[in-house]
């Protein structure tokens, strides 16, 4: 018997051969694949899959000590910490994986089988030589099969098979029969093509990248709300400043007012009315207190600067002041820039390469199958011979197929026995409604594409012009709520002597109070919003990123597997 599996370890080794040992995955992704005993192992373990609820522990677990960070230090630690971009940024390496896995319709397929099958028969016919059959088999086989990049399937299998009988006419008791085989499989129309063949490949590779400027697009949104969170923390923090001032100087009028009852110069009417502004603008402080608390909110949340590994991450403390640069933001360079560099466009162009790819493969479908197929073979035969006597003549007969397991091979290598076989087969669906739907869903689905890309360009002009224009707005916004406030900051000043002389009032001196804190306000509002609109510019022309020193690595293209090279 082990003579018998002398073909198929030879088989074996030859397949195994061809494989560069100790060969590292063609791809790096963060999931370890386990080992074949790990599999096995597993395949009989009862694993629990139960979802498990957050302890009420973690869930009451919060870090409150304040870190103090610049914008910058905030936009590196939302792109560290954030879970969401964490989960886009895998998207790169599945994606890169579908490129692997589209690599694997060139992998051979081996394929190896053993069986063994015993046999009594009970016997009423004389020229079996026995009451009793007894018959033994022993079948091994092995075969490797691959699909080239031309789309033709080749495959060569062996099987060795040892037979022994007491039948009485059997002339080889055991007999040893080993037979190689080679065959080829070639579309001539459809799935015919080197092309075709790695079209699905080049897809993968495209949505490959489609996934890589996803992840990007997704990146600099995440800045851009980062940005715009750490400078409405900013303002709310001013406003509540703002709002704080406006209370101490609603008291102090309260306080002064109420000498001056007391002192006869001014009616009981007019502490009332200090006192009611003084209650609304308390009331607006704390409205003030709680929308800085929501902002501080956001904003932890979005950078989750979490290393004790509490629920709630650190409240943020942001120390940066918001600045004026002088920026002349030049329409035409901008879209131009923004056409080449935004995420967004560079994975619409791959998207539509890759609708197209799919295209080409529906319209393959069209055609008729119309498959060449040809087959060679090589048979070998040997075994123990036991004489025989002729049907006729009545002479003892000894076959000349006689010998060892060896020599079997060696008649096998001969090539004096074979067998071939060439041919063509046709296969046609006589509607073909099936192919011609998915072609024209193909074409309608590129052209629908093409005009999502143009909407997309005209979308990003429209971003790009209105991005610089609240630029420009905001900066003049600055230049008049400046002026406004320091306005209001004199006219109270005025008012103030004028009160102090009896010829103003108490409700002039609570308006022109209330004007002040709503310059303020309005400056600061003015000056966030520049900030926050230079942002948007960045983001519109592509360039927030590089802002921040932010770079988007790559990932290397995985090698192309040996087996998909031909």
């Excluded at 096995?40 to 609820?53: L, S």
């Excluded at 699905?200 to 980062?226: I, K, M, P």
């Excluded at 109420?258 to 009332?272: D, E, F, N, S, T």
């Excluded at 406030?485 to 009160?499: F, I, S």
Aim: aromatic fraction near 6%; charge should be neutral; glycine fraction near 6%.
């Amino acid at each position: 018997m082990n003579r018998m599996l002398a073909l198929a370890a030879a088989l074996l080794a030859c397949a195994f051969a061809a494989r560069p040992l100790g060969a590292e995955p063609t791809s790096s992704p963060p999931v370890r694949i386990p080992s074949l005993g790990e599999q096995i192992r597993r395949q009989w373990a009862i694993e629990d899959v139960q979802p498990q609820v957050e302890s009420k522990d973690y869930l009451g677990s919060r870090d409150d000590r304040v870190e103090r960070l610049s914008l910058r230090d905030a936009v590196t630690a939302a792109l560290e910490n954030n879970p969401g971009i964490a989960a886009e940024r895998l998207g790169p390496s599945l994606a890169r994986a579908d490129v692997d896995r589209a690599n694997g319709i060139f992998d051979p397929v081996l394929e190896a089988s053993a069986a063994i099958e015993r046999t009594r028969l009970p016997n009423s016919s004389a020229l079996s030589g026995a009451p009793v059959l007894r018959e033994r088999e022993n079948v091994f086989g092995v075969s490797l099969r691959k699909l080239l990049r031309s789309g033709a399937t080749f495959s060569v299998s062996g099987e060795s098979t040892e037979i022994d009988s007491n039948a009485q006419f059997t002339g080889l008791r055991p007999k040893y029969t080993p037979t190689v085989s080679f065959s080829l499989a070639q579309p001539l129309l459809k799935n015919f093509g080197i092309d075709l063949t790695v079209l699905v490949v080049r897809s993968a590779e495209a949505t490959s990248s489609v996934a890589y400027y996803q992840y990007e697009a997704r990146a600099v949104a995440l800045v851009r709300q980062v940005v715009e969170a750490y400078w409405r923390v900013v303002q709310a923090r001013e406003d509540l400043k703002a709002e704080r001032d406006g209370l101490r100087l609603a008291e102090t009028l309260v306080s002064e007012n109420q000498a001056r009852v007391r002192a006869g110069a001014l009616p009981p009417v007019a502490v009332k009315e200090a006192q009611a502004d003084a209650a609304s603008r308390e009331e607006r402080v704390i409205s003030s207190e709680n929308a800085l608390a929501v902002a501080l909110d956001a904003l932890r949340l979005l950078l989750q600067k979490n290393p004790e590994g509490t629920f709630l991450p650190r409240p943020i403390d942001p120390i940066d002041s918001p600045e004026i640069r002088d920026v002349e933001p030049n329409e035409q360079e901008i879209l131009e820039g923004a056409i080449v560099r935004r995420p967004e466009v560079q994975q619409a162009r791959y998207d539509v390469e890759n609708r197209k790819i799919l295209a080409k493969i529906k319209r393959n479908n069209l055609l008729p199958g119309l498959d060449l197929k040809a087959s060679y073979g090589l048979n070998g035969l040997s075994g123990h011979a036991v004489p025989q006597t002729g049907f006729r003549t009545g002479e003892t007969v000894v076959t000349r197929f006689s010998g060892n397991y060896g020599r079997a091979l060696d008649r096998l290598k001969s090539n004096d026995f074979n067998s071939y076989s060439a041919g063509l087969s046709l296969s046609m669906p006589l509607g073909n409604q099936t192919a011609e739907a998915e072609y024209v869903q193909s074409q309608i689905d590129v052209r629908r594409g093409e005009l999502d890309y143009q909407q997309l360009l005209a979308n990003v002009a429209l971003e790009v012009r209105k991005a610089i224009g609240d630029v420009r707005s905001n900066s003049k916004r600055i230049t008049a709520s400046r002026l406004a406030r320091e306005l209001a900051q004199e006219n109270l000043e005025q008012e103030k002597k004028r009160y102090d002389v009896g010829l103003a009032t108490t409700k002039d001196i609570l308006d022109f109070q209330q004007r002040l804190t709503t310059a303020r306000a309005a400056e600061i509002e003015a000056l966030i919003d520049y900030n926050v609109s230079l942002a948007a510019l960045r983001q519109a022309e592509g360039t927030l990123l590089r802002q921040f020193d932010v770079v988007i690595d790559v990932l290397p293209p995985n090698p192309t597997p040996l087996w998909a090279r031909f």
